[in-house]
């Protein structure tokens, strides 16, 4: 590259007490973070401290703005707590160090003086807070150093070297898993390299289903009973397994790395909520993609206010008569079986009432996609996100057997939901994970093999400047998104850890994604370049599984209500 940095001096760029100056650093955004609570709470709290819903909707800003907050702060301290075990190992080199290095400058920058919510929304400290001493919290000694020292120009240029040296490896820095997680890493990489990444594109390109024969290899492998017991069939690895499998196939294609994630759900109900009978009967099925699930809850006009569902279903005899709509239904007419979210109380007009319906259909053909008597849909068409196809589905007079009801007792059904978001927002996260991640080679690729002025446009450190910082960001996310998966495995409640992960993780890709790109110049913009889908994938990953301002919301009312 233009700016040279000889190996023999490259560790002279690590700042001296790295580690120190990162756990100081990630203390002092922790510590701005329970120190603003009290004066974000002062402008949203009813009588007796509660925080008061539409007062919160008031002060949107304000209160997304402490979830993005909160989350950076997560983020900086599962970055240094990865640092510190990688030390303690012997395990943090140089990579390691520069990365996070890199990663603590700019979001410490961010924090001082602003934090992308989206492309316009910027939230400031001082929209959260104006004691000066909460302020003077992100102007600690550790912090400013590394937001001064730690991004210069040669510390982006020593990683974009190493990045074009590690080209083709499944990550560039030690993730901090065991043997056996990188084992299952190689080997979802060796497959997806052979099994997907050649036909990606293609598939994207003419919009068609991915190929039936995939799927089956992927049930052989384990793939959709990763989180299943064994008992049940399935290989019992947890989550963290879930997240490794979920980034490598989302790296190769984004369609085939979410292939897994309606059996996800549908495992994660039945786990949590169904009879014995219904986990004898259903897990090992879907274990072994013998079965293919659908998740369908969306309805057109309730969005993420799923306490405002409408579709019904009738109980009559030994059936439930299911009448209504529902839209953007992934996978829907390949699938055996439905999870339907219904609304069995006819009475109610919020989240009680509804019930959790089991319900088999025969899976569909191109020619007659959705053969069910009393149920019909049409295709949505969509710009990325391919693979699986989006449907809107009308039922009028479809049944479904009682036995079908999750767990046997009606007016269970929301609350059997909430019981899957924890984990399908995990595994959302690292599908976005690995789309970044492919982003990142996209952009190297291009950037290496592309020739400017006389040298490839790598050496611009504009373009390496980015692949470096993306490196950077999706270290960070990825440790977030483990710590999430990690909490799961350990029974632990996490749902504020996954929605932070899911929210940074889905901004992370989509600046990759662009990124990217805009590497590619004009060329990006053609449809014949993977850079164009990637950007299109990458951008359904902020909407689905909690749009991004859900989510912040979410993470903030779980904060301000007393969450920790």
Known sequence: MTTTIARDSAENLVLPGLIGLLREAADAAGLFVAEAKPAVLAHIAADGGKVDRKLADVHQHRVHGYGWYASYAELLNQVAGWAERLEAEGRFGEIEALLAQLLFSEYCAQLVGGVPMNQSEIVRPAHLVEDRAVLNRLYSNGLMKLMVEGGTQAVKTRIAQRLAEARGRPTLEYAGLDETFEMIRDQFHAFAEEKVTPFAHQWHLKDELIPLELVEELGELGVFGLTIPEEYGGSGMGKLAMCVVSEELSRAWIGVGSLATRSEIAGELILTGGTEDQKQYWLPRIASAEILPTAVFTEPNTGSDLGALRTRAELKGDSYVVTGNKTWITHAARADVMTLLVRTEPGTTDYRGLSMLLAPKPRGTNEAPFPAEGMSGGEIEVIGYRGMKEYELAFDGFTVPTENLLGGVPGQGFKQLMATFESARIQTAARAVGVAQA??????????????????????????????????????????????????????????????????????????????????????????????????????????????????????????????
């Open 439 to 564: 982003a990142l080679e996209t952009g190297l690729g291009y950037a290496l093999d592309r020739k400017q002025f006389g040298q490839a446009i790598f050496e611009f450190p504009r373009v390496a400047n980015k692949l470096a910082m993306m490196a950077a960001e999706i270290m960070g996310v990825r440790q977030l998104t483990y710590f999430a998966a990690r909490q799961k495995d350990e029974g632990k409640r996490c749902d504020l850890e996954a929605g932070m992960a899911k929210l940074i993780a889905a901004r992370v890709a989509w600046a990759a994604a662009d990124n990217a790109l805009q590497i590619h110049g004009g060329n990006g913009f053609a449809m014949e370049y993977a850079a164009s889908r990637l950007l299109a994938d990458a951008r359904i990953l902020n909407i689905f599984e909690g749009a991004g301002e859900i989510q912040a919301q979410v993470i903030a009312r779980r904060l301000l209500d007393g969450g920790n």
